[in-house]
Nanobody, 117 residues
Framework: QVQLVESGGGLVQPGGSLRLSCAAS????????MGWYRQDPGKQRDLVAT???????NYADSVKGRFTISRDNAKNTVYLQMNSLKTDDTAVYYC???????????WGQGTQVTVSS
């Protein structure tokens, strides 16, 4: 099993920045891809960004150039640096880890990001 704990959400004004963190624990050696997803109430959970164990990244078009995903394998932590935030970025942000052996997904509990003036 893998446990994920997100932190760093909050309220920020448009144009501001936040950094989200996701700390993994448990059977971390099975993890390959980690990523961030976000969800508005009543809507589906959408991809924000992913990063492989080798550092390969992928971003949703809506966040390219503004968000940066990174990974510290020594600390078993993945980060999401969010700059130039827009009101449309408001959502609950979830961390996900995927097993390299079974492709099973593990999810964190989510952290709220609110962009508002």
């Amino acid at each position: 099993q893998v446990q994920l704990v997100e932190s760093g959400g909050g309220l920020v004004q448009p144009g501001g920045s936040l950094r989200l963190s996701c700390a993994a624990s448990g059977n971390i050696f099975i993890i390959n891809v980690m990523g961030w997803y976000r969800q508005d109430p009543g809507k589906q959970r959408d991809l924000v960004a992913t990063i492989t164990s080798g550092g390969g990244t992928n971003y949703a078009d809506s966040v390219k150039g503004r968000f940066t995903i990174s990974r510290d394998n020594a600390k078993n932590t993945v980060y999401l640096q969010m700059n130039s935030l827009k009101t449309d970025d408001t959502a609950v942000y979830y961390c996900k880890a995927t097993s390299r052996y079974t492709s099973k997904d593990y999810w964190g509990q989510g952290t709220q990001v609110t962009v508002s003036s």
